[in-house]
């Protein structure tokens, strides 16, 4: 079975960043990017731009290298990313928000690293980093003397653009490459396809090294609209609300989980920001429809959901479904639509032979979207990257271990994956990767950890540990697994057991730990919500909350909330909480600075926070 993307012809030199050349030359004055109440120009920030790629070409870093990038949302990263493009390098961007032993890793999955772009809040991250580390502030003299005209670099459609992590099969990062020519195709597919143009304005709302980031901070620039970037490392569903309604914004991509919160949010406060958007482009992890059906079918909601899937080895996105057409009969997953343009979606058996429509089989994708490989070696997962003919022409496949099938209606549809990968809030994480991580703690005999939809039916990491001899601390072991995983990659639980259950073929019996953390959750104690008033009554108020989302009937005032196994989702729906029973908007950095009872219930009461009666 092969679904078949439309045939558009692309330009003879297919280069993201000309796109963004053409709009300041036709537009120079337009605003580019707009952060934390700085403005740029197009002018402005191609002049800048141009400057850093003069500096890296200088310095021997043009056609062909690749330029780690360690910054927050801000201008300077847009600058640093238009200008390794326009010197015809590549970016691997490195996430801030990981811990420095976990980009330390990365740094050592990174091939032929020519340098990294870094800020005095980041740099300290990465000081297990073997090549220079540079900031843009600190550039301002040496850049100034530079020219500002556009390199003269012979950037082409199969150079590679950047290059992001993943998880593989093995537990080890990998290293990605795509190409200017699959980017391009994408980003052309969106501008055609959604008629976006210079009003689109983007929100980039998902963080720096997810891969749906990339696509979201070049889509307005290629389309000559502006880009909004939020001041903060951590998701902010408040600050993201506010800036949505403030700015027109009118175009937003993130993650299933992310969208689930947005609406929330708004939900509770009676808005229709979010409704009134043009297009909100998620996926990354399977949907939950009921989170966000009533949301959509309320009157006046125009904004347009578009269900896609794609993989971060073929550009992001293979696909898109527009949601109003979706009319779920029961409990059928909802489809993710036809292929982009130049792509091919191919249903293959075990034998890699096509099957039948409403057949079973592994999801590959071939055509302008697939990218350049993996970069840091030739592993097994290299392997699936392969060849097929299609119209008698070679075309490139890549084999994604998703298992789906095509509906009476001609649209994919993802039924899970093949392998032991699942998507935890957007991020593909084999769980084989925390097990290795958790034994190499010592103290520990066996791991398993297994994904549990939790309550509001999104995925959660649960371990189950069998102790070498002591009873061991879950507060502990978070804490250890946090200096080297990101925190999406640390289980929300921590269950021991005498021993790992394993089924008739000697494999891991999953189905039966599942099953235990069930009974187990079972009978856990909610505490009630405790009664809130004036400020003196705050700390009991977060606490009740903290208890409740925690589910946990224990939480001290001084308990650290990512020891007791938080996760921004659940830090998300605290802050949303806060909003709606006590009354008071904490900023997201704010809730990540002060992780415990006592010292966000002193920030809110230093703002002078009153809650409601």
Known sequence: MILRGKRVALPPTPVVHRRFEAHARDTPDAVAVSCAGEQVTYAELDAAANQFAHLLIARGHGRGAKVGICLDYSIDLLIAVLGTLKAGAAYVPFDPAYPAARLGLLLQQTPDLALIVASPATAGLLQSAAVEVIAPDRLSDRLQGLPETDPDVPVIGDDLCYAVFTSG?????????????????????????YRLHPGSSNLVVSAFGFDLSQRSLMMPLFCGATQFLMASRNFDAAMTYRLLGEHGIRTVHCASSTLYLLVDWETARGGEVLSKLDYVLFGGEPLHVER?????????????????????????VATSYDLAGFRPTGHENAPVGPPVHNTEIHILDERA????????????ISGTSVGAGYLNGAGPESERFTTVLVDGEPRRLYRTGDLGCVNESGDLVVVGRMDAQVKVRGMRIDPTDVERALVRLGGIRQAAVVPVAGDTGENELIAFIVPEHDRLDPSRLRADLLETLPRS????????????????????????????????????????LMAHGSTAMIADGVQAIWCR????????????????????????????????????????????MNPTVASISAYIESQGAVTQQ
Request: glycine share 8%.
């Open 169 to 193: 099969s093995t537990g080890t990062p990998k290293l990605t490459g795509v190409r200017h020519k699959g980017w391009f195709n994408l980003l052309n597919w969106l501008r055609l396809e």
């Open 292 to 316: 966000i059906a009533e949301w959509a079918r309320r009157e006046g909601n125009t904004c347009t959901l578009l269900h896609q899937y794609g993989v971060a080895e073929c550009t992001d």
């Open 353 to 364: 032979h096509g099957v039948g429509a409403g057949e079973y089989g592994e999801i590959c």
């Open 489 to 528: 990659m640390v289980p929300a639980r921590f269950l021991e057991i005498p021993r790992i259950p394993l089924s008739p073929h000697g494999k891991v019996d999953r189905a039966v730990l599942i099953a235990d953390f069930r009974n187990r959750r079972a009978d856990m104690v909610d505490r009630p």
């Open 549 to 592: 989302e925690l589910e946990r009937d224990d939480i001290s005032i001084d308990d650290d909330f990512f020891v007791l196994g938080g996760q921004s989702v659940i830090m998300a729906r605290i802050q949303r909480a806060l909003v709606q029973e006590l009354g008071v908007e904490v900023p997201m950095d704010q809730m990540f």
